[in-house]
C-alpha cells in the first residue's frame, strides 16, 4: 500500500534534515535496511514553502499504520536515535504513533 504524509521542518531544521537524510543514506544505511522489516520503498522530499520548509514522506509497505506504531514503541537504539532525530527536526514526538494517516484521493498512471 503506497503512502505518503508531510511534516514541518522547524525554522533553522532545514540543514539538520538534509544531513539526517544524507546519515541515513551513508553511514546508517545498513541499519535502515535493517529495521525496514515492511517498508519496501521510502521517498523523501524537501519542500520549501511561503509558511516554512516541509518534509513529504513517501512509502510502500503492507499496514502503514502497523508501521508507524512499531516505529513508536520500539527500543532499538536505532528506532531510539531515529526518533529523537525527528522530534529535534520537527518537533513532533513520533514515540506515540501518527494519527490520521492520509487518505489517498487519486492514483493515475498510464496504462
Do not use: C
Request: hydrophobic share 45%; charged share 20%; glycine share 2%.
Amino acid at each position: 500500500m503506497e503512502n505518503a504524509f508531510m511534516i514541518p521542518i522547524l525554522p533553522g531544521k532545514k540543514n539538520a534534515a538534509l544531513a539526517f537524510a544524507m546519515t541515513l543514506m551513508n553511514e546508517r544505511r545498513h541499519e535502515l535496511d535493517n529495521a525496514q522489516t515492511t517498508v519496501t520503498k521510502e521517498s523523501w522530499f524537501l519542500q520549501e514553502t511561503p509558511m516554512g520548509d516541509f518534509m513529504i514522506v513517501y512509502y510502500h509497505a503492507p499496514d502503514p499504520e502497523a508501521v508507524h506504531a512499531a516505529l513508536a514503541v520500539s527500543e532499538e537504539p536505532f528506532d531510539v536515535w531515529f526518533r529523537s532525530q525527528v522530534l529535534d527536526i520537527t518537533g513532533i514526538d513520533i514515540s506515540t504513533p501518527l494519527e490520521n494517516l492520509p487518505k489517498q484521493i487519486l492514483n493515475w498512471s498510464r496504462a
